[in-house]
């Protein structure tokens, strides 16, 4: 089945780096996002990766998908309180397989706090 | 960027009164918007994918009577909840679907917080 795992929290101190690691189940996954939600808002998406992908940079987030042992990472440059946040880790496969309609599957987020 | 909004961004009712939450796409088109439910600490449970022109396609275990969703244009999707309970209450979350953007991407809603009394 479907399935997504992060750890529920990360803290850190302010410059330092921030690494939010996920695993998943579903070896089909085509898409691999990591979502951000402020307290009380909805999600906002940060950064995905294709699954033929090892590593993608964007600014100050680095995503490394090791698709073998089926592990996403978000690693965070710089962490500043501004990130503190709830990270989603999420995939998606393929639309049409299995009927899901390329619904995106969530991880429960971590919830990464960050000290000045 | 891709904007979706929900309306209202919050609502308090009574037991047994029904409540309508509106998604809109505000500068794209979608054909697919989804609803989600979020409890506190929890992550996201997809009830529903809104179809538009057609009806929606519900995930098990939610009622198809008591969360009703319409998706009469492909900017707006609507979700009733009917004769609300306060075990109803809860975040809930729409997104949209950008069929003409790139790898899947949903576009989500800032959510409605629902409170039934």
């Known amino acids: 089945g479907e399935d997504v795992e992060q750890s529920l929290f990360l803290s850190v101190r302010e410059g330092d780096s921030s690494v939010i690691n996920c695993t998943y189940t579903?070896?089909?996954?085509?898409?691999l996002y990591w979502y951000k939600q402020e307290p009380g808002a909805g999600l906002q998406l940060l950064t995905y990766?294709?699954?033929?992908?090892d590593m993608k940079q964007d600014q100050r987030l680095t995503v490394l998908l090791n698709k073998k042992d089926k592990h996403l990472s978000l690693r965070i440059a710089d962490t500043q309180t501004g990130d503190s946040a709830i990270y989603f880790c999420?995939?998606?496969?393929?639309?049409?397989?299995?009927?899901?309609?390329?619904?995106?599957?969530f991880g429960k987020g971590t919830k990464l706090s960050v000290k000045p | 960027g891709a904007v979706v909004s929900q309306h209202p961004s919050w609502v308090i009712c009574k037991s047994g009164t029904s409540v309508k939450i509106e998604c809109r796409s505000l500068?794209?088109?979608?054909?697919?918007m989804f609803w989600y439910r979020q409890f506190p600490k929890q992550s996201l449970m997809l009830m529903a994918t809104?179809?538009?022109?057609?009806?929606?396609?519900?995930e098990q275990g939610v009622e198809k009577d008591k969360f009703l969703i319409n998706h009469a244009s492909l900017t707006l999707s609507t979700l009733t909840v009917t004769s609300a309970h306060p075990e109803d209450s809860s975040f809930y979350i729409c997104?949209?679907?950008?069929?003409?953007?790139?790898?899947?991407?949903?576009?989500f809603g800032p959510g409605t917080r629902l409170t039934v009394l």
């Open positions: 997104s949209a679907r950008n069929e003409r953007g790139a790898y899947n991407e949903q576009f």
């Open positions: 579903d070896s089909s996954s085509t898409y």
């Open positions: 990766i294709f699954s033929n992908m």
């Open positions: 999420a995939e998606s496969i393929t639309p049409g397989y299995g009927g899901s309609q390329g619904n995106l599957i």
């Open positions: 500068d794209f088109q979608a054909t697919t």
């Open positions: 809104s179809n538009e022109g057609s009806k929606a396609t519900y």
